[in-house]
């Protein structure tokens, strides 16, 4: 099957390889994003795979041919650096974007497929507690229920609408469940006969999880329930399978000690998956695709690519070390060889 991986960097802009990580060619010249830039997150247009969005220091940006050549969206989201994306898969053309240092944070919307966005949460506090500047690390959009948008800072809390960002609110406090106001990631199981929708928040240091559409919320924390690690960093659905899900985890970050596990129970319980070479630091993104429900990436803060063809239960490294991973997609296009490149690793 025809693919292209994209790596996005903080110090490297983003690389992509289409031969399976054989090779890998860095941005071309003349293009948005510098291809010494800084990207954060990425997204796969579901209904169009070869349509790829780069949340990068100058904004967000898009590509049509799965990112060899990229485009600038417009309006008042330019110039601000993007820390999280998401789409609606119930309308894709729909998508949301976070911001975060060194920019003000604040959410942002698109409805024309990412060609302009405007600002639909006015902008956070310019400084915070545990990371001196605010950053908007995740988004989502209820698959059951594309009007239900999520989004949480570090730090400022995790914070829900109900009518497609028109009104908020927030569902972390002193008086909550959710205590800890430093919100790394936010994931939902949708609805099936046989499972209710369940809700997952991420702080620093604990998996929160709801199957009340957020009402009641159950957690422990991290240090208690995974091995002595309690830097909590992102959890994955799997695609094409209603009960599997991923979660990344380390001693800090950048970290010495992480590792992955699998829940197959939609997060009642969890186990260690086979890393089969030491990570050099706490794995910080997944990267997956209904295409192949199979293969999952995921990239360390210090630069290590991983690789698993079963679903996330083992993991190979692979050869090639990048500077900061920040994000991790791929799509079953494959982008042209060759963009003009300074040059290619």
Known sequence: MDSTIIVATAGQG??????????????????PIEFDGIVRSLAVDPARPERVYAGA?????????????????????????????????????????????????????STDSGETFSQIVDDFPEFCAGVNRPRLLTACVDPDDGNQVWFGLEEGGVWRSRDAGGTWERLDGEDRTIRHSDIHSIAILPATPSFPKTTFVLTVNTVYRSVDDGKT????????????????????PVPADEKALLLAIGDGTPGIKTRIYRSNDRGETWSTAELKQTPNSTVWAFGAHPADPQLIYAGTK????????????SWEKEWRDFSEITA????????????????DV
């Open 14 to 31: 983003m690389l992509r390889s289409n031969d399976k990580g054989k090779s890998w060619h860095r941005l071309g010249l003349g293009e």
């Open 57 to 109: 220091d100058c904004g967000v940006c898009f590509s049509d041919d799965a990112g060899a050549h990229w485009r600038r969206a417009r309006g008042a989201i330019e110039g601000r650096t993007v820390w999280s994306l998401a789409i609606d898969p119930s309308n894709p053309s729909v998508i949301y974007a976070g911001t975060g240092a060194p920019s003000r944070a604040g959410f942002f919307k």
């Open 217 to 236: 919320w159950t957690g422990k924390p991290s240090k208690e329930r995974f091995d002595g690690m309690y830097y909590t960093r992102t959890v994955l």
């Open 302 to 313: 210090y630069g290590h690519l991983f690789t698993s063809k079963d679903a996330g239960k």
């Open 328 to 343: 991790v997609a791929w799509t079953p296009v494959a982008a042209p060889l060759k963009a003009h490149a300074k040059s």
